[in-house]
C-alpha cells in the first residue's frame, strides 16, 4: 500500500517526467501529423522559424539537448521511482542489487 506523502511524491515525478518529455513528443507527433499524414499545422512554426537563419541557428543548438536531455532525465526519474539499486561489500566483493517494483496503477513517462 502507498501512502498519501509517497503518492503525492510518485504524482509530482509522474508529472516532471511527462513535462520534460512532452517537448520531444510534440515534436514527433508535428512531424508525423506533417510528413505522414500531411497535416502541416502544428509543424508550420517549426517552418517559420527556419526561414530565420539566425533563430534556426538557436534552435538546432537547444533541442537536440531539449529533446534528448529531457527525455533521458524522465526515463532515469521514472525509473527511480520502480526501480531500486544496492551496493554493498561482501567480503572482498561489490554486489549490486537492482529490485523492480510493480505497483498496480501506477503510471510512469518516459
Known amino acids: 500500500m502507498i501512502r498519501s506523502e509517497d503518492r503525492a511524491g510518485l504524482r509530482r515525478r509522474a508529472l516532471l517526467g511527462a513535462a520534460l518529455v512532452g517537448p520531444s513528443a510534440a515534436f514527433i507527433t508535428a512531424a508525423l501529423l506533417k510528413y505522414g499524414l500531411g497535416v502541416s499545422l502544428f509543424f508550420e512554426p517549426i517552418e517559420r522559424l527556419s526561414r530565420n537563419p539566425a533563430a534556426w541557428r538557436v534552435f538546432n543548438l537547444v533541442s537536440p539537448v531539449v529533446f534528448l536531455v529531457g527525455s533521458l532525465l524522465a526515463v532515469v526519474l521514472n ?3 520502480v526501480a531500486g ?3 554493498r561489500r561482501v567480503e572482498q566483493t561489490l554486489t ?3 529490485t523492480l517494483r510493480l ?4 503510471a510512469t513517462t518516459g
Open 79 to 81: 525509473g527511480l521511482v
Open 85 to 87: 539499486f544496492q551496493l
Open 96 to 98: 549490486t542489487t537492482v
Open 103 to 106: 505497483r498496480p496503477g501506477l
